[in-house]
């Protein structure tokens, strides 16, 4: 059964799939022990998920673009669009942490870590879903928006036709090297064809319990890009679980080995993820593991592969690094200790954050703000506005220096519906560093 499935793979055969099951009977099937099953359904599994991801099922635009001109063509058209053109992307600086110590640009890389804001968790309620029909679970509500009640012109703002295409020109003006993403719900039809254009290789992974599915729309996940002309492939997982302490944790990731092609320089891993969302002490908790067993997973990874401890982890983690408070009655007490994040150093003492992390709550208020390195700031009426520090890089400061860190924009200048809005594609914003290899 594997082997026809894996000879099938690349074409996302479904039907493949569907003939071979339906061809064992009944009593085969009931041989099995629940055990084996089990077994079965595990070493099947990497490869059922790359042939049924619902984005790969999405009709390429046939008159979208066909190589780098028309991208970049693209793009102008979007920024220079009658509903856009008087709000370029939010101006943003960069920040310097120490001289660059190497002399050849080759070992200088930059990387940046986006989440996008899915196309199903900020959808249009008057418009059909992709998958109304059900063929992936029963739809069982409507997108209003995502909850996002409170931006101007929300058809606007969050029309996914225009809006990519300005997630494209954020990434693009910052010219990365390495690019790890969140919430990627177009990855086959657009965002990897379209990198691909751009010179960058990727590699995706579905997130199988995707909340976008249940308003009928694809499946989102996470993704790694690198230019192709910098970096060689040499070894990739995509998954949605990690093996820990005999317990299958939930973890969607990718994780893979590159190369530099421009120097003789050794090879080196990335990983990025999307970690349990809602600030909640159950949910720090279930973080916690997740990144965990992940960091226990990408270190024999990289030992595996000859990578050593040179490592670059990024990712949307849910949660700041300082402990959470909450107000009642007047009073401020204390709701939930911060464990994830202070955890990684913890545990992992190579492993450090390209932007300073602030510990204490009271810090993070307005009168800090120009301190406070935030990468989330949004208004809904159900959950009032937040402002939060949840994406993250880190790295290995045996192997990488960080020289340079981009700033979030002025917060004088952010809109007072927040993000995203006219000005910026997502309610995150891109974080970018920029590292030497040592």
């Known amino acids: 059964l594997e082997s026809p499935l894996r000879r099938n793979t690349k074409h996302n055969n479904l039907e493949t799939i569907l003939v071979l099951l339906l061809a064992l009977d009944r009593s085969t099937l009931l041989q099995f022990s629940r055990k084996l099953l089990v077994v079965a359904v595990l070493r099947l599994r990497p490869v ?79 418009i059909k879903a992709p998958f109304e029909d059900g063929r992936f679970g029963k739809k069982s509500d409507k997108s209003t928006w995502g909850g996002f009640d409170s931006i101007q012109e929300p058809g606007v703002v969050l029309n996914f036709s225009t809006r990519k295409y300005r997630i494209l020109e954020e990434i693009l003006r910052h010219d990365p090297d390495i690019i790890a993403l969140q919430e990627v719900d177009r990855y086959h039809d657009f965002f990897g064809p379209l990198l691909d254009h751009l010179g960058y290789d990727s590699r995706w992974s579905c997130k199988l319990d995707s909340p976008s599915l249940k308003f009928g729309y694809f499946s989102d996940g996470v993704s790694i890009c690198w230019r192709k002309d910098r970096f060689d492939l040499i070894e990739d997982v995509t998954d949605n679980e990690v093996e820990f302490k005999e317990e299958q944790i939930n973890v969607n990731h990718v994780l893979l080995t590159l190369k530099p092609k421009d120097w003789a320089g050794e090879p080196f891993v990335c990983v990025t993820t999307h970690l349990k969302a809602k600030a909640t002490a159950e949910n720090e908790q279930i973080r916690s593991k997740q990144i965990t067993a992940l960091l226990t997973k990408v270190t024999g990874f990289a030992r595996e592969h000859n990578a050593g401890e040179r490592i670059l982890l990024c990712g949307d983690f849910n949660c700041d690094p300082f402990d959470i408070y909450k107000t009642e009655g007047g009073q401020r007490e204390l709701d939930y200790r911060a464990i994830c994040v202070p955890h990684i ?4 003492p190579n492993i450090c954050s390209a932007y300073p992390l602030m510990y204490a709550a009271e810090n993070a208020d307005a009168e800090n703000s120009d301190k406070w390195l935030w990468t989330t700031w949004k208004r809904r009426t159900e959950s009032g506005e937040i402002k939060h520090s949840i994406d993250y890089i880190y790295y290995d400061k045996n192997n ?35 590292f030497d290899f040592i």
Not at 403 to 423: A, F, G, M, N, W
């Open 48 to 126: 059922i998920k790359d042939m049924m991801r619902p984005s790969s099922l999405a009709d390429a635009d046939p008159d979208g673009p066909k190589n780098k001109e028309e991208v970049l063509a693209r793009i102008r058209e979007v920024r220079d669009s009658p509903g856009l053109k008087d709000y370029p992307l939010y101006s943003r600086s960069w920040k310097e942490l120490c001289p660059t110590v190497v002399n050849e640009a080759s070992r200088r890389i930059r990387v940046m870590q986006f989440n996008l804001l899915a196309e199903g968790l900020s959808a249009d309620p008057e």
């Open 345 to 348: 150093e913890e545990s992992f």
């Open 400 to 434: 990488f220096k960080c020289t340079q860190i981009l700033l979030p924009p002025d917060s004088e200048s952010v809109l007072e519906h927040r993000l995203p809005c006219y000005k910026y594609p997502s309610d995150h914003i891109s974080i970018v560093a920029d």
